[in-house]
T-cell receptor, first 112, second 111 residues
């Protein structure tokens, strides 16, 4: 079992650009959540996908969008990047009706 | 707004001693609490959880205590080992698995 995988590991972008991050959930999991973790802070919930739909959303602007595919993998898209978007982006997967989430290693995004 | 926070940002403990990490939460409607461990360069790792209808739960070398009266959560690690060095987060989960994290406590184990 590969667990939760994320790609890429690191990414450097310029202000104003757009970025797509990818996540494959743990085998058997159908729910994917995305978190942003700034340096020295706890992860902040961005949104959650279940059955290919956004089920919950945190306090993030519309520049942050996502998608879930039929195989349960997910993408996080961020448009019009700001310097403040620099962070570790974490994906977590879980099974429906289960609270325990499994986190991936994250994608480190740097915006210059 | 609702938040989950920690009292101490850094905790240094001698190897073999017990560690206690504390956390305060503000959402009285929270019904599920989790402790995560995050090592450098890795995502958070589930340690132990507790539901609001419980006040204590034990795992392997770890115990979580919940005091709903004062909205306080603690994680006790017995016989702390160097491998326990990490940042520990308490978190709260309401419906649909959304998890709200606190800011974290860094545990440093002194050999």
């Amino acid at each position: 079992d590969a667990g939760v995988t994320q790609s890429p590991t690191h990414l450097i972008k310029t202000r104003g650009q757009q970025v797509t991050l990818r996540c494959s959930p743990k085998s058997g999991h159908d729910t994917v959540s995305w978190y942003q973790q700034a340096l020295g802070q706890g992860p902040q919930f961005i949104f959650q996908y279940y059955e290919e739909e956004e089920r919950q959303r945190g306090n993030f602007p519309d520049r942050f969008s996502g998608h879930q595919f039929p195989n349960y993998s997910s993408e996080l898209n961020v448009n019009a990047l700001l310097l403040g978007d620099s962070a570790l982006y974490l994906c977590a997967s879980s099974a429906a009706l289960e609270v325990e989430q499994y986190f991936g290693p994250g994608t480190r995004l740097t915006v210059t | 707004g609702e938040s989950v926070g920690l009292h101490l940002p850094t905790l240094s403990v001698q190897e073999g001693d017990n560690s206690i990490i504390n956390c305060a939460y503000s959402n009285s409607a929270s019904d599920y609490f989790i402790w995560y461990k995050q090592e450098s360069g890795k995502g958070p790792q589930f340690i132990i959880d507790i539901r609001s209808n419980m006040d204590k739960r034990q795992g392997q070398r770890v115990t979580v205590l919940l005091n709903k009266t004062v909205k306080h959560l603690s994680l006790q690690i017995a016989a702390t080992q160097p491998g326990d060095s990490a940042v520990y987060f308490c978190a709260e989960s309401g419906g649909y698995q959304k998890v709200t994290f606190g800011t974290g406590t860094k545990l440093q184990v002194i050999p």
